[in-house]
């Protein structure tokens, strides 16, 4: 007889769709899912037996709904950053009873990137990129400033980055040659910041990015393949950075660009900060408490940020390849035993399509943007249709859409996933597109060089140059 089991899931967008996807596609348990989202997502409408509503995430009512169904509830699982931050962990469990899979709130180590890198610097020191802390409370006035932010620069050679200390506080994180040109525009981004909290303004890394995602049951970690995210807006890597827009992983543990070697090194500062962090009978850090964002610089690898969450779109990549039911997985997780998990052998390209004004790029649309299409509805339906021709190695997950009136629309945000899942890249990556051109309205557009093998080239001949300068 299949066990029932309740699931809630916190959701934010094609990242918990993916979530959803592997929970009721279960063959062992009969899947009932209670979402939580932040909008009124059609494919988390159709798979969940309950679906709410909460735009802000608010921990407080995201803890009501699950309390008014603790008896249906048998665990939760969270994706958003937000609610992580807030301790929805903490409040969850204590009022309901319900066990979470994310890190408590002590855990949630993006809410503070100062600390993130005195952690590091703390415990893994050759990883991080040289940094400085700037606070108001040290530089009462903008001249003084400018004149310490200066002098950093000038040891850095006005190759910089900056960050504000908290996640959405000021102007975000500016990039020297991305955001700014000139010292002038870079004090601008950092005085903004700085009326906000504390900045770190550290040395711009140059090499090639890998996104390092693991499995936490609070006493073992289990690595996850690596993969590949696009965070610039335009083909080519042109443009501002956004939340991603696309990703891509290999058939198996390593990206094209990386050695095994790398990958060895990645393994062992994880696990240097997880024994520097982790209680042996602490679940604190059960979910994936370490999806951190390495630049491989054919020297020592660098950290730029890890986060307590599942990766946007990273996670995607990987949740449909499980040769393990996922809920067996997260029933592990709670458990304290999970040591291991299994995935297909199977490359995956993720594609996302965006609506027109994504982070607010209107003034720099692509020429294939059709402005006659801005705010109609999207038709999803010939892209779910392609599951016909290629069975389960096709994945279609909306992200910020939501139903009105029986049809879908696009939001602000990233709108509409695609992921192919083939033996190689290439192909994977052809699926993927096939998909994403069988969605039609709203006026979406995509990056169409996403896991090309031109880009995956390019990667692995900057690589081996740095290499070669070691």
């Not at 809920?327 to 304290?336: A, E, R, S």
């Not at 890249?425 to 093998?453: F, H, M, Q, V």
């Not at 995956?456 to 140059?465: F, G, L, Q, T």
């Amino acid at each position: 007889m299949v066990e029932k089991v309740g699931v809630l899931v916190v959701s934010y967008g094609a990242r918990e769709a993916a979530i959803v996807d592997v929970l009721k596609r279960s063959r062992k348990y009969d899947v009932k899912l209670y979402v939580v989202d932040k909008q009124r997502n059609p494919f988390n409408v159709e798979k969940a037996a309950e679906h709410v509503v909460i735009p802000d995430l608010d921990v407080e009512k995201i803890c009501h709904f699950a309390e008014a169904r603790k008896d249906k509830i048998d665990f939760g699982i969270v994706g958003p950053e937000k609610p992580i931050i807030e301790g929805v962990r903490d409040i969850v469990e204590k009022r309901t009873g319900i066990p979470m899979i994310c890190p408590t709130k002590e855990y949630a180590i993006e809410a503070s990137k100062v600390q993130q890198r005195l952690l590091f610097q703390e415990t893994v020191p050759e990883v991080n990129p040289r940094f400085k802390i700037f606070s108001l409370k040290d530089l009462k006035t903008m001249d003084e400033a400018k004149k310490a932010l200066y002098r950093w620069l000038d040891e850095l050679e006005d190759k910089a980055v900056v960050k504000p200390d908290k996640p959405a506080a000021g102007k975000g994180v500016g990039v020297w040659g991305d955001h700014f040109t000139t010292r002038e525009q870079l004090f601008e981004h950092f005085w903004e910041n700085l009326q906000h909290g504390a900045v770190i303004v550290e040395e711009k890394i140059e090499g090639e990015e890998s996104s390092f995602q693991a499995f936490c049951d609070g006493k073992h970690l289990v690595p996850l393949p690596e993969t590949r995210d696009y965070k610039r807006a335009f083909d080519g890597d042109k443009g501002p950075n956004t939340g991603g827009m696309g990703s891509y992983k290999d058939a198996g543990e390593v990206l094209p660009f990386m050695t095994k070697a790398d990958r060895e090194k990645e393994l062992e500062i994880v696990n240097r900060i997880f024994e520097e962090w982790h209680v042996a009978d602490s679940q604190a850090l059960r979910g994936i408490p370490f999806y951190l964002a390495f630049m491989h610089t054919g020297n020592e690898p660098k950290i730029l940020e890890n986060n307590s969450r599942p990766g946007d779109p990273e996670i995607i990549n990987i949740l449909p390849v499980l040769k393990d039911d996922f809920v067996d997985v997260c029933y592990k997780i709670l458990d304290g035993n999970l040591t291991s998990v299994e995935l297909e052998r199977e490359a995956t390209v993720l594609t996302y399509k965006v609506p027109p004004n994504y982070g607010g790029y209107a003034e720099t649309f692509p020429d294939c943007v059709n402005r006659d299409e801005v705010g109609k509805p999207v038709d999803l339906t010939k892209a779910y249709a392609l599951s016909k021709k290629y069975g389960d190695k096709i994945r279609v997950y909306p992200a910020s859409m939501e139903l009105r009136n029986g049809e879908t629309y696009a939001l602000k945000s990233r709108a509409v996933g695609v992921l192919g899942i083939a033996p190689d890249i290439e192909t994977a990556r052809e699926i993927s597109l096939e998909g994403i051109n069988a969605i039609k309205g709203g006026a979406l557009w995509y990056r169409t060089d996403i896991a090309s093998k031109e880009h995956i080239s390019k990667s692995v001949r900057h690589m081996e140059a740095l290499r070669k300068r070691m």
